[in-house]
């Protein structure tokens, strides 16, 4: 299958990929087009806009799903995960196990697995993308993961809002690579890359933005906003 989304989080509107194995997980509404490879020919051609992939084919069947990580009594529960059609209507419960205040939400096609970052649990759970059934824990030991993201490199950077602040790296297995950053940004919220692959992290406590360059790895000492 291929899907193309469009996410949101918080009061910023933010756009998305949900392309093959490179979902980028940017917030908690995402809207997920739904295209039947069965039903179009091998010949596509896409049109890039900012950060979205828009597909232009022949499809003569296709569907829209909404997914929306509901924390709507903040730190307390109940927590869950819905499912929504393309209008906004016949809600459906998709996961409501092994959440501990949700934040992100990221699909790795190749694998059929979608992650909910987890922010009072400290874990990355792991759930079955067609049906939702728990699978098991992605990471642990995440001082508050927000923000998740699959980088160029394939590893899927995943932002802390406590600990030391600093970004860190999985490989799509589970399998932890390290830390990005060598500098902190306290309670880390946002994150993306520019076209030179410099990264942004954005701090909800600082009110700014931070950079980092793939060749110096560090943050610097000044804000960019």
């Known amino acids: 299958y291929l899907y193309v989304i469009v996410c949101f989080f918080f009061f910023q509107a933010e756009d998305g990929i949900r392309y093959l ?18 039903t179009f020919y091998r010949t596509f051609l896409f049109t890039i806009i900012g950060s979205v992939i828009f597909l232009t084919t022949n499809v003569f069947g296709q569907g829209l799903e909404i997914y929306v990580s509901d924390a709507g009594n903040f730190s307390n529960p109940p927590w869950k995960i819905l499912k929504f059609d393309e209008n906004g209507e016949n809600p ?35 759930y079955n993308s067609s049906t939702g059934d728990y699978i098991g824990n992605f990471a642990t030991g995440i001082a508050g993961p927000t923000r998740m993201k699959i980088g160029e490199d394939s590893l899927l950077y995943v ?37 030179n692959g410099n990264l942004y992290v954005s701090s909800y406590s600082g009110d700014n933005i931070r950079t980092v360059s793939y060749t110096h790895l560090t943050l610097p000492t000044s804000d960019l906003v």
């Open 159 to 195: 932002l802390q809002w406590s600990g030391n602040g600093k970004a860190r790296r999985y490989q799509l297995d589970g399998t932890y690579v390290g830390e990005f950053t060598s500098v902190g940004v306290p309670q880390s919220i946002g994150l993306d890359w520019d076209s």
């Open 21 to 38: 194995v490179r979902s980028r997980g940017l917030g908690d509404v995402y809207k997920r087009q739904m295209l039947n490879l069965t």
């Open 92 to 126: 459906e419960m998709f996961i409501d196990t092994v959440l501990a205040w949700p934040q992100d939400i990221v699909f790795l096609e190749d694998q059929q697995v979608v992650l909910i970052s987890n922010l009072n649990s400290g874990r990355i759970t792991k």
